[in-house]
């Protein structure tokens, strides 16, 4: 079967930097997709990898590993705006997307 | 501002009874997308379009079905309503689906049903 492993919560102090993991186990691999929701909200695109390697936009990071079926999401100088859940999806072979459960961060002052 | 609407915002339904959750989008998109999101699991894809006039069963189909008369319409029918499909429903667009089209949500529709 498919399966998409985020970790459920994290918590982070503001202005530091926090890692989210996300592991894939997909029928093919057609890109990786995480987006933002903020509770209540709808979810919206934050960053796609389809490619090895680091993608860097502003304040937030995404890291793939293909061989590894391996992502993470990295956010520095957090703001307390950054609380929302954090939603890694991959792109399978039928071109749908398989998302994971979501990791709820909690930035503290 | 363009984008994706979603009526009704939210709705308390009997079981047993139908319904229909109506989308729209004003940006052209080819693609259209229901999902379910429920507490403690990912986002699961109910029906999909490709493109106006063709539709196709994503993960979670049973009890759902949809349309694409058009290509900014994407209803969703509940045929006879059951406590399990008590959830919140988002519908996205994306203009393509092979490359790194980014999916649109709409703000959700939360459904309770009795």
């Known amino acids: 079967g498919q399966n998409i492993d985020q970790p459920t919560e994290m918590t982070a102090t503001e202005g530091a930097i926090v890692q989210i993991n996300c592991t894939y186990q997909t029928s093919g691999f057609n890109g990786l997709f995480w987006y933002q929701q903020h509770a209540g909200e709808a979810p919206t695109f934050l960053s796609y990898n389809v490619l090895d390697g680091l993608e860097e936009k502003g304040r937030f990071s995404s890291f793939l590993s293909r061989s590894k079926g391996y992502s993470y999401l990295l956010l520095k100088e957090l703001q307390m705006k950054d609380s929302a859940s954090y939603l890694c999806?991959?792109?399978?072979?039928?071109?749908?997307?398989?998302w994971g459960a979501g990791t709820k961060l909690i930035i503290k002052p | 501002t363009a984008g994706i609407t979603q009526a009704p915002t939210s709705q308390i339904l009997a079981a047993g009874r139908s319904m229909t959750l109506r989308c729209t989008q004003d940006?052209?998109?080819?693609?259209m997308y229901w999902y379910r999101q429920d507490l403690g699991l990912g986002l699961r894809l109910i029906h999909y379009?490709?493109?106006?006039?063709?539709?196709g069963k994503g993960e979670v189909p049973d009890g759902y079905s949809v349309s694409r008369a058009n290509t900014d319409d994407f209803p969703l029918t509940l045929a006879s309503a059951v406590p399990s499909q008590t959830s919140v429903y988002f519908c996205?667009?994306?203009?393509?689906?092979?490359?790194?089209?980014?999916?649109?949500f709409g703000p959700g529709t939360r459904l309770l049903v009795l």
């Open positions: 999806a991959v792109r399978d072979s039928n071109y749908q997307l398989i």
């Open positions: 996205a667009s994306s203009d393509g689906i092979t490359g790194q089209e980014t999916q649109y």
């Open positions: 940006m052209r998109h080819n693609a």
């Open positions: 379009s490709n493109t106006a006039g063709t539709t």
